[in-house]
């Protein structure tokens, strides 16, 4: 994985109008001119203030708390400010004054004082629309935080995307089964157990028959804040002894394999048949993906997510690959948002054909992609999230059970198996299990 990530950046580097050091890591790799701050502007919101640096190319930057009193310091390297602009920005009842000045000869120094105490946040937005590069500071009110802390856990948002739909069928199995059918059922199966766990949210792309645009499917997934996308298919092969579920994940250089490639271009077809925008082929789309996604590791997550999915398919169907697979698929190309596609069977494999339409196998296979979502969340989920909040943790005695530990911790049971994805009831002697808040 981290060859992988490597050779993604290299690559990334190589991209036309995006600097190497937008990288993670890569920071000021090759460049040697300054970095120019255009225009400051502030915001207020309910809970913090915002100002936004309209800058004219990527810098490194870092940001630090000061006490007594209370001050927030922005150091941007390499980067040049004209004078008194500063200036423009007006005080308020958070920001008293803003200095600025000049550090190692080619640094810049910005000091806000302030009235009271905050938690600063910083990242930067990659150009978008009539904006260029930003760097963004909220100054999040401490005593807001505080109270927002106890009191608002939110859901993690899984986005199920049922494959195909209305004049796209997708594959057609022997008996006549439609692809755009099956994923459909499996996607509202997993819908509904998605929604029995506490702090997960199911949002579905489609939920009838209907056919939808690759590039609407990835605005419903951001729309709705999703935090990992499931598109939902079944495979086809000339040769109908080919079985076996396998999950795919987005490359950016290249497919893991000639299989993968050939798969991808054939769930991106729907689009070039029907569609009038092709996203896989939209460059300027494409490279602003890609800027976000190195920034944020997104692939690496949906690398994550997908073996945690394929670890428990493993026990309801035969994997026809055992490792994560990676292609073009256009409709894994959500900003930000991991995501991978679930290939649960080949519909031209009669006997494949035939569990598929089962309820009983969709059943099965619902409830392993749910698992495997579940695990990788009550490890990874998103700061803010009740399935990351933790109220001490507890280390399993042997003889411990479940419900004894809930009790003992005043929780709910199936708080603590949510929290900890516990979906069997062994527990091991110095297992670690988190306490949810209530
Ligand atoms: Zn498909």
Redesign the pocket.
């Known amino acids: 994985m981290e060859n992988n990530r490597r050779k993604f950046l290299k690559n990334l580097a190589g991209l036309s109008g995006l600097a190497a050091s937008a990288a993670p890591g890569l920071a000021n790799a090759g460049s040697s001119s300054a970095t120019h701050v255009q225009d400051i502007r502030l915001s207020k919101n309910k809970d913090y203030v915002r100002l936004v640096f309209d800058l004219d190319g990527i810098a490194d930057h870092s940001i630090f708390t000061l006490h007594k009193p209370e001050r927030v310091v922005l150091d941007i390297k390499k980067s040049k400010m004209p004078h008194g602009m500063v200036d423009q920005i007006q005080a308020n009842s958070l920001i008293r004054s803003i200095r600025s000045g000049v550090r190692n000869d080619k640094d810049l120094r910005i000091v806000f004082d302030l009235s009271k105490a905050v938690t600063p946040r910083s990242f930067l937005l990659a150009p978008s629309g009539k904006s260029g590069h930003r760097l963004v500071i909220d100054l999040h009110d401490n005593k807001t935080l505080t109270r927002a802390k106890r009191t608002h856990k939110r859901d993690v948002i899984i986005a199920i995307d049922a494959?195909?739909g209305g004049k796209d069928p997708?594959?057609t199995g022997r008996s006549g089964t439609r692809?755009k059918n099956i994923?459909l059922q499996i996607a509202k199966r997993l819908e509904k157990y998605i929604n029995q766990q506490r702090g997960m949210k199911a949002v579905l792309t489609r939920k009838n028959d209907r056919f939808m645009r690759l590039r609407d499917r990835i605005h419903k997934a951001r729309d709705s804040h999703a935090d990992l996308m499931i598109s939902l298919?079944?495979?086809s092969f000339p040769d109908p002894r080919a079985r076996g579920s396998s999950i795919y994940a987005l490359s950016v250089d290249g497919a893991s394999s000639e299989t993968a490639r050939m798969l991808a271009e054939?769930?991106n077809a729907a689009d070039l048949l029907f569609g009038d925008v092709n996203l896989a082929v939209d460059d300027q789309m494409v490279k602003e993906v890609l800027f976000d996604l190195s920034l944020t590791g997104t692939i690496e997550s949906s690398l994550d997510i997908g073996s945690e999915i394929l670890g428990q398919i493993k026990s309801v169907n035969r994997v026809h690959k055992k490792k994560v697979q990676q292609a073009g698929f256009a409709v894994l190309k959500a900003p930000n948002i991991p995501s991978v596609l679930l290939?649960t069977a080949f519909i031209s494999n009669p006997r494949e054909e035939k569990s598929l339409r089962s309820s009983s196998h969709q059943q099965k296979v619902a409830k392993a992609i749910m698992r495997g979502v579940g695990k990788y969340f009550a490890r990874k989920a998103p700061p803010g999230t009740w399935l990351a909040s933790s109220d001490g943790e507890y280390r399993v005695n042997r003889g411990d059970n479940i419900e004894a530990i809930a009790a003992k911790r005043k929780i709910s049971e199936k708080d603590l198996r949510a929290r900890n994805a516990l979906y069997a009831d062994n527990l091991m002697a110095g297992q670690v299990l988190k306490i949810p808040v209530s």
Request: net charge negative; charged share 40%.
């Open positions: 494959g195909h997708g594959a692809e994923t298919h079944a495979d054939k769930e290939e």
